[in-house]
Every structure is written in structure tokens, then in C-alpha cells.
């Protein structure tokens, strides 16, 4: 068998090595290491395959959090309205503009932000909300950009997990995930849906203003070289992951498929075992599976992980700590949260590997593993 990892970006790259190879080397040719037509090319191929009016590409998905914030207009001390149970980027960038992150519970099924606790947080001062579509599985975007327009609330997507995901609205439209609020936000960090062997990132907008607007941010502030309208930042994406990217575009829709063939064979693996709870997919979404994510139930999660390890098999807790009881929010009264669902379920996930590589024998002595340690 096969050594098994997290994420398997090796085995990957050798099936598309030639094509990857040729795009890097047209760089290097070209000496075009920053700008130039590859990254333009793919920004168009990425507008297309989103079905966005506008792409501005960026140098990773924070700083694509961090400019769509600044693009907004906000005040310090506004609030911005995010899940606690997610990856610390999204409510970093809350803090380090000198907003104020207020956090509130997910829905214990889908891990996403809970539309009820959205609407309870609101206050005067609130200006903006960031849904994260955590693991994959989309926030219930429909719900969201209803009480947005209900309190004149702006609406950032935190796609950097949800790469490809497609949302169903209620009339029946597709859209995919990180074109449906105000802006959108995604990141190419390798082990990502879309990863880049580097950083990388991007952000959505179907807004002509405020795509000028994230353009410029992400340039200096300036539409024309050596004259700067607005306090920016310098975050853009090389040339070389730009190539790598255009590549792996195309075959994104077939990386998602296989991400959902490993997570059907876990699924059924795990169908009705009393202890562990399985991904569940909201009929609104399909789910592109960046983690596979279970929730234990009486089991020891951590002596199941350190089990896993002794048989070779890495499994991660995403998230150990959420954003409420990280101490560099305390001064945002971290610790003073009541976020029951979200504690809870930081007590009981653990994610088992998921990508485009896994085999059946892979995924069937993983199986196995976990089950026997469950059941012993
Ligand atoms: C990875 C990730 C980010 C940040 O992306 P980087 O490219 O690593 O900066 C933001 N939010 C979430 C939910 C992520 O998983």
C-alpha cells in the first residue's frame, strides 16, 4: 500500500508533471515573473469557471480577506459579523483593520455560520458579515444575503475550503460559492481544492466599483503607476503559480469528483454507526470536501487520533481552539462567549485525509482502522 498522507500533492503533480512543467518553463522563458499574460489568462479562465463579472487575483487568501475588507469603506470599531468555529485568518483580518470581530455559532450539522445567530449579533454598529464555507459545504448563502439586505449589511465570502462548490437558490439558480455575496475571497495554498505550489489567492465581485476598488487596494492604491488614490497593500500572484494554476483549473472539476468518491466510501464505511457522525450535505449545495470531518460521539477523539499515527494514518483537528477562546481576541471579550455548539463540536471532530489520490485500499484500511479502535 501506498504510504498515506493528509494531502497528497506529489502523486498529483506527477499526472499532470508535463503539462505543469511546460507552463513554468514558458515563465522562465518569458523572464515575466510577476504580471504578464499568465496571470492574466488565468484570471479570465478562474472569472469564466465562476461565472463572475470580476477577478482580481492576489498573493493568498488572507490578504484576499484583508483587501475585501478594506474595500468596504469601513470605520474602526464597526463590527463584523463571523463564525468562531473557523481557521484564524478569517476573523484576523477583522482585528487587524481595527474592526471588531463578533462571533457567533455555527450549525452543529452543516458547520457553517447559523443564520438565527447572525441575526441576534446584529447591532448598530454591525456593517459586515463572513461566512466561511467551512470543509467545503456551503454557509446557507440565500438566508444570509436576506438579512444583509434586510440591515444594509455587507457580505464577504470566505471561500478558501469552498473552491467549486455549486449553490441552489430556491427559484432553482446555480451559482458557485464566492460569486454570491458582495465579494468573495479564496486561497491557492497547496493543499487547498485549488492549490498552487506556493501562495496564491483571489477575489470575487460582480460589483464594477468595488472591483476597481480591490484592484487598485492590491496594488498600492494605485490605478496609474506612481499615483496612489488609496492606502493599499502589495499582494499579488507570481507568474510561475499563475501557470501552475491555469493547469490545474482544468482538471478541478475531476479533483472535485474524486474528493466525493473517497468521502462515499467513508460515508458508507460509517453509515449508521452509533458513535460517529458522518458529513451531511444541505440540499441546497454540493459539497467539494476540502476536509472529510466526522463527529465523534463517546469515543476518546484524541486517543483515536494518536491510535491513527501508530497505524500511519494522519488525521488533523481542524479547529483545536475557535476564535472565541483565542487569546489575542481578548481583548474582543474572548472567553466571555457562550458558543455551546461551537465548544462542542471542537471537542469532537477530527478529519481524516481527503484528496484526489486516495485508493480503495488506502481508504479501506483507514476505514478499518477507525472503526476497530471505535469498536474495541
Ligand atoms: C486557508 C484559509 C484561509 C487563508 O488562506 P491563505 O492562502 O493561507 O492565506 C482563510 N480562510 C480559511 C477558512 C482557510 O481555510
Known amino acids: 500500500m501506498k504510504p498515506i498522507q493528509m494531502v ?44 463572475s463579472s470580476y477577478t482580481i487575483t492576489c498573493g493568498n487568501g488572507t490578504d484576499a480577506l484583508q483587501i475585501a475588507l478594506m474595500a468596504l469603506g469601513l470605520q474602526p470599531g464597526d463590527e463584523v459579523i463571523t463564525p468562531s468555529f473557523t481557521y484564524i485568518a478569517t476573523t484576523e483580518v477583522v482585528a487587524l483593520l481595527q474592526l471588531k470581530p463578533v462571533f457567533v455559532e455555527v450549525d452543529p450539522k452543516t458547520f457553517c455560520i447559523n443564520p ?37 449589511l455587507f457580505v464577504v465570502e470566505d471561500n478558501a475550503q469552498g473552491i467549486g462548490c455549486n449553490y441552489t437558490f430556491k427559484n432553482g439558480t446555480v451559482k458557485k460559492t464566492a460569486t454570491i455575496g458582495h465579494i468573495g475571497c479564496t486561497s491557492f495554498y497547496p493543499s487547498k481544492n485549488l492549490g498552487a505550489y506556493g501562495d496564491g489567492g483571489a477575489i470575487f465581485t460582480n ?70 457522525t458522518t458529513p451531511y450535505v444541505a440540499s441546497y449545495c454540493s459539497h467539494v470536501y476540502h476536509q472529510y470531518t466526522l463527529i465523534l460521539d463517546g469515543v476518546n477523539r484524541d486517543a483515536l487520533h494518536t491510535y491513527l499515527a501508530e497505524k500511519k494514518i494522519p488525521s488533523m483537528i481542524y479547529y483545536p481552539v475557535p476564535a472565541h477562546r483565542q487569546k489575542v481576541f481578548e481583548t474582543f471579550g474572548a472567553g466571555e462567549y457562550h458558543l455551546e455548539i461551537t465548544d462542542w463540536l471542537t471537542e469532537r471532530v477530527i478529519s481524516l485525509p481527503m484528496h484526489t489520490e486516495l485508493d480503495e485500499e488506502q481508504l479501506n484500511y483507514i476505514t478499518t482502522e477507525v472503526s476497530n479502535f471505535i469498536n474495541q
Do not use: W
Open 207 to 276: 460589483d464594477a466599483a468595488l472591483a476597481e476598488k480591490l484592484k487598485m487596494i492590491a496594488n498600492h492604491g494605485q490605478k496609474v503607476r506612481y499615483y496612489h488614490d488609496l492606502v493599499g497593500c502589495n499582494s499579488r500572484l507570481d507568474a510561475i503559480q499563475a501557470a501552475v494554476l491555469q493547469v490545474k483549473l482544468k482538471h478541478l472539476d475531476t479533483y472535485i469528483h474524486a474528493r466525493q468518491n473517497a468521502a462515499n466510501f467513508y460515508n458508507k464505511a460509517f453509515a449508521n454507526h452509533p458513535k460517529i
Open 8 to 51: 497528497d500533492t506529489k502523486t498529483q503533480y506527477l499526472k499532470i508533471k508535463e503539462e505543469v512543467d511546460k507552463g513554468i518553463q514558458e515563465v522562465l522563458d518569458s523572464a515575466m515573473y510577476i504580471g504578464g499574460q499568465k496571470v492574466n489568462d488565468f484570471a479570465t479562465a478562474l472569472n469564466n469557471y465562476h461565472g
Open 116 to 152: 438565527d445567530a447572525i441575526r441576534k449579533a446584529i447591532t448598530p454598529k454591525t456593517k459586515a458579515i463572513v461566512p466561511v464555507h467551512l470543509y467545503g459545504h456551503a454557509a446557507p448563502m440565500e438566508e444570509i444575503m436576506q438579512i444583509a439586505e434586510e440591515h444594509n
